[in-house]
């Protein structure tokens, strides 16, 4: 799960830099915005992974 939760962040963070040099973004605030958007889908990953696991047991 780990490895799966730092792939999406980057995934999110690569996505919103793309966005910043793309469209001159000021502030960088492509790639804070989907960073921050890539830790909580993360973690709504990883909670719903758990609970499946925690449901199987």
Known sequence: ???Q???TIYLFYW???WLDN???IAGEWGM???TL???VVSLYQFIR???QINKNE
């Open 1 to 3: 799960m780990p490895i």
């Open 5 to 7: 939760m730092g792939v």
């Open 15 to 17: 996505v919103g830099s």
């Open 22 to 24: 793309k469209y001159a």
């Open 32 to 34: 804070k915005g989907l």
């Open 37 to 39: 958007l890539g830790v």
């Open 49 to 51: 992974q758990a609970n």
